[in-house]
């Protein structure tokens, strides 16, 4: 079955630090990929999103990734992180065997102390 | 555009009762999507719509729940009855397309169910 890692579930780092979130998936053929954030106490919404093309991919407020096909990887990075950037990011995937469906990871919850 | 809007934010019920949730699309979005937050599980696709028809129900836990969507600019998540495994945060999403990945999913507020 097709499935999503997100290897650290909690993330603390201090403002200015740089960011990298690691985003595994399970699935050999072609592959859209997802960035969401959710802001405490918001909704889910999307920060950048990769289907073909440059695999280095930059979204809104700064943020990044970089899908490596070999690695089967789809890392969110920003290199200075800002208080605000505190909330949970979920990986998502979509595979072409199935149109509409997104395969969520189960979420990295980032703290940036100010 | 004010988004995906749904209602209530927060139901807080007791076991045994009926509790329905609401979502409005966001306009000319054809696409409807009933996801299930917790923290056990994560985010879990419920049941999906195109065109207000229901295409994949697959998720959808068990018979006590069931979602409507009778015309294009609204939909009904109903639990019934409610059991307290049930708590967890409802979200909506809708999209433009036919439900490809393609089509950005915009994600409502959220329904915070409580039930004890």
């Known amino acids: 079955a097709q499935s999503v890692s997100q290897h650290n579930h909690h993330v603390i780092l201090s403002e200015a630090a740089s960011l990298e979130l690691g985003c595994n998936y399970s699935y050999g053929g072609t592959v859209n990929l997802f960035w969401y954030v959710q802001y405490p106490g918001q909704h889910l919404q999307l920060l950048l999103k990769?289907?073909?093309?440059d695999p280095l991919v930059k979204g809104i407020k700064g943020f990044e990734a970089e899908f490596i096909k070999s690695k089967f990887s789809f890392n969110l990075r920003k290199p200075s992180v800002q208080w605000s950037d505190t909330a949970e990011y979920f990986c998502?995937?979509?595979?072409?065997?199935?149109?509409?469906?997104?395969?969520w990871g189960a979420g990295t919850k980032l703290i940036i102390k100010p | 555009d004010a988004g995906v809007i749904q209602s209530p934010r927060h139901e807080v019920t007791e076991m045994g009762q009926e509790v329905t949730l609401r979502c409005k699309p966001i306009s000319g979005h054809n696409s409807l999507f009933w996801y299930r937050q917790t923290m056990m599980r994560g985010l879990e696709l419920l049941i999906y719509f195109n065109n207000n028809v229901p295409i994949d129900d697959s998720g959808m836990p068990e018979d006590r729940f069931s979602a409507k969507m009778p015309n294009a600019s609204f939909s009904t998540l109903k639990i019934q009855p409610s059991e307290p495994r049930d708590s967890a945060v409802y979200f909506c999403?809708?999209?433009?397309?036919?439900?490809?990945?393609?089509?950005?999913?915009?994600f409502g507020p959220g329904t915070r169910l409580t039930v004890l």
């Open positions: 998502a995937v979509n595979a072409d065997s199935s149109n509409y469906q997104l395969i």
């Open positions: 990769y289907f073909s093309g």
């Open positions: 999403a809708s999209s433009g397309g036919l439900g490809f990945a393609s089509d950005t999913q915009y």
